[in-house]
């Protein structure tokens, strides 16, 4: 890898940081997906109010925002090209990790 990049890329030294974050990402994702389901089951949907319509569209895109954040935290992981990408997905992953709590509260408790 490029000079500088080397002391952020020890790829054996971050597994274990890394596959947290994934399975933590993956561990959100999933318990959406139960909870749209359910919700689904109780009769929230895009159509059925407004709500549901800002439930669904605000949720969703978060989860969209995870699975992004985790596919970049894959590739900078594998590719590791420079520590600017490092910083680039750190920062990335943080501010999606960091606006869960802040939507969930929006969207459970108003």
């Known amino acids: 890898g490029p000079p500088g990049a080397a002391g952020l890329c020890p ?25 749209w389901v359910r919700l689904i089951g109780f009769g929230l949907t895009t159509t ?8 669904y569209l ?20 594998w590719l590791c090209r420079s520590r600017a990408t490092v910083v680039a997905a750190s920062i990335y992953w943080f501010f999606v990790v960091g606006l869960w709590p802040v939507l969930d509260g929006l969207v459970y408790f108003t």
């Open 48 to 55: 059925s109010s407004i709500y549901g319509g800002f439930f």
């Open 58 to 77: 605000i949720v969703g895109a978060h989860a969209l925002h995870v699975l992004a954040g985790l596919t970049f935290l894959a590739a900078v992981f």
């Open 11 to 35: 790829r054996r030294s971050r597994k274990p940081v890394v596959g947290g974050h994934h399975g933590l990402g993956g561990l959100l994702v999933a318990l959406q997906g139960y909870e």
